[in-house]
T-cell receptor, first 113, second 115 residues
Framework: ETGVTQTPRHLVMGMTNKKSLKCEQH?????MYWYKQSAKKPLELMFV???????ENNSVPSRFSPECPNSSHLFLHLHTLQPEDSALYLC????????????FGDGTRLSIL | AQTVTQSQPEMSVQEAETVTLSCTYD???????LFWYKQPPSRQMILVIR??????QNATENRFSVNFQKAAKSFSLKISDSQLGDAAMYFC????????????FGKGTKLSVIP
């Protein structure tokens, strides 16, 4: 059983839809991350939160909007996505920012029609 | 900026045999950390092993060990007594913390285990 839970597991949406991805960690960690994993490409870091505050936005388009209401929950709000946004979106957490190992969820497989 | 390169997109190993996955990295920092993560078909990325650059001793975790060659900027993963459950994508990653909290990943190596 993973300490990082992501929902939904799969999501299919049209380009004009609005949806949200949810991530919850039960590990008492203080840092949370969103990654995008596309086929044949390295994992791309999207956002980093530390104690609910965003510390990094890796030049992500504004159609992706993160929200971190507390240290245990992280959301990724999606709006007007493009076909190239189809990917596996992974959430991770770590005890603190920095060199500590990150614990990952199972990801949300997102398909944009 | 740091880079991580995994030159083997796919590898296979016979069950119970040993396999080594290659990884090279580049960073201008003197203090950094290296990781190997495993991603099975279930998709969850799992930490396999972690190495601090300042430590000369190679990290080991049960059947998994690394060959850390700092001068060559090489960080290979050795899996001994391979098991069917070892079949997965393996990602090498580096963290240096130089102005960013980014963990930089390689493209991964797909390991197949042949019964």
């Amino acid at each position: 059983e993973t300490g990082v839970t992501q929902t939904p597991r799969h999501l299919v949406m049209g380009m004009t839809n609005k949806k949200s991805l949810k991530c919850e960690q039960h590990l008492g960690h203080n840092a949370m991350y969103w990654y995008k994993q596309s086929a044949k490409k390295p994992l791309e870091l999207m956002f980093v939160y530390n104690f609910k505050e965003q510390t990094e936005n890796n030049s992500v388009p504004s159609r992706f909007s993160p929200e971190c209401p507390n240290s245990s929950h992280l959301f990724l709000h999606l709006h007007t996505l493009q076909p190239e946004d189809s990917a596996l979106y992974l959430c991770a957490s770590s005890q603190v920012l920095g060199n500590q190992p990150q614990h990952f969820g199972d990801g949300t497989r997102l398909s944009i029609l | 900026a740091q880079t991580v390169t995994q030159s083997q997109p796919e590898m296979s190993v016979q069950e119970a045999e040993t396999v080594t996955l290659s990884c090279t990295y580049d960073t201008s920092e003197s203090d950094y950390y290296l990781f190997w993560y495993k991603q099975p078909p279930s998709r969850q990325m799992i930490l396999v092993i972690r190495q601090e650059a300042y430590k000369q001793q190679n990290a080991t975790e049960n059947r998994f060990s690394v060959n850390f060659q700092k001068a060559a900027k090489s960080f290979s993963l050795k899996i001994s007594d391979s098991q069917l459950g070892d079949a997965a994508m393996y990602f090498c990653a580096a963290y240096s913390g130089a102005g960013s909290y980014q963990l930089t990943f390689g493209k991964g190596t797909k390991l197949s285990v042949i019964p």
